[in-house]
T-cell receptor, first 115, second 116 residues
Framework: AQKITQTQPGMFVQEKEAVTLDCTYDTSDQSYGLFWYKQPSSGEMIFLIYQGSYDEQNATEGRYSLNFQKARKSANLVISASQLGDSAMYFC????????????FGSGTKLNVKP | GAVVSQHPSWVICKSGTSVKIECRSLDFQATTMFWYRQFPKQSLMLMATSNEGSKATYEQGVEKDKFLINHASLTLSTLTVTSAHPEDSSFYICSYAGAASRSEQFFGPGTRLTVL
C-alpha cells in the first residue's frame, strides 16, 4: 500500500480563491509527522507546514492551513487567497519509523492559479 | 532553517563517464543526509541515506555500485554516478533532517544531470 496518496494530479484555482489539496496517508505508528512542500519550476523544495500526529489543533502558517483528520488519515492542505506565485507542484510527506528516519512523499499535485 | 548547498546545479556529460555531485551543509553538522532522485513531473524517490563515517543505506532497487555515496565529513556528502547512461538523466536532490519528528527536511537546490 502507498504510504502517501495524492489523488489530484492537477488542480486549477482562480486567483484570490481558496483551494484544497488532498492527501491521505497510511501508517501503523502512533507518532509521526506530516509535511507539505512546494516545488516551483526552479526545482527547489520549500517547506510549507507541519502537523504532528499528537497535535490536536490544525496547523496554520499564514495562508496555509492543514486540515488534519486523524481517524480518516487525511492531511489536506488549504491555501487561502491564492496568488499567481502559488502555481507549483505540491507534495505531501510523512515522517515515521524508529528514530523518525523514514520519509515518504506523495506523487504530488500540480496547482495552476489562473488570473 | 538549515542551509544545504549542492554543486553543480546542472551538469551535462557523455555516456560512460562518471559524475560527482556534492552536498554541503553550510551552517550545521549533519550526521545523516538523504539523496533523492526525481524524474520530470514525478515525485521524489529516496535513493539512499548517507551516514557520516559509515556506509550508506540504499533503498531497494538502487544499485550501490552505480550510485556511490560518500559521507566523509559532517558537512559534506557526495553522490557519484558511475558510468552514466542516458537513463540516469534526472534531478538529484540531497536533504538533511533533524532528529526530532517535527523537524522538516532541508533540501539542497538540486542538480540536474543530463547524460548524452
Amino acid at each position: 500500500a502507498q504510504k502517501i496518496t495524492q489523488t489530484q494530479p492537477g488542480m486549477f484555482v482562480q486567483e484570490k480563491e481558496a483551494v484544497t489539496l488532498d492527501c491521505t496517508y497510511d501508517t501503523s505508528d502512533q507518532s509521526y509527522g506530516l509535511f507539505w512542500y512546494k516545488q516551483p519550476s526552479s526545482g527547489e523544495m520549500i517547506f510549507l507546514i507541519y502537523q504532528g500526529s499528537y497535535d490536536e489543533q490544525n496547523a496554520t502558517e499564514g495562508r496555509y492551513s492543514l486540515n488534519f483528520q486523524k481517524a480518516r488519515k487525511s492531511a489536506n492542505l488549504v491555501i487561502s487567497a491564492s496568488q499567481l506565485g502559488d502555481s507549483a507542484m505540491y507534495f505531501c510527506a510523512m515522517r515515521e519509523g524508529r528514530n523518525f528516519n523514514k520519509f515518504y512523499f506523495g506523487s504530488g499535485t500540480k496547482l495552476n492559479v489562473k488570473p | 532553517g538549515a542551509v544545504v548547498s549542492q554543486h553543480p546545479s546542472w551538469v551535462i556529460c557523455k555516456s560512460g563517464t562518471s559524475v560527482k555531485i556534492e552536498c554541503r551543509s553550510l551552517d550545521f553538522q549533519a550526521t545523516t543526509m538523504f539523496w533523492y532522485r526525481q524524474f520530470p513531473k514525478q515525485s521524489l524517490m529516496l535513493m539512499a541515506t548517507s551516514n557520516e563515517g559509515s556506509k550508506a543505506t540504499y533503498e531497494q532497487g538502487v544499485e550501490k555500485d552505480k550510485f556511490l555515496i560518500n559521507h566523509a565529513s559532517l558537512t559534506l556528502s557526495t553522490l557519484t554516478v558511475t558510468s552514466a547512461h542516458p537513463e540516469d538523466s534526472s534531478f538529484y536532490i540531497c536533504s538533511y533532517a533533524g532528529a526530532a519528528s517535527r523537524s522538516e527536511q532541508f533540501f539542497g537546490p538540486g542538480t540536474r544531470l543530463t547524460v548524452l
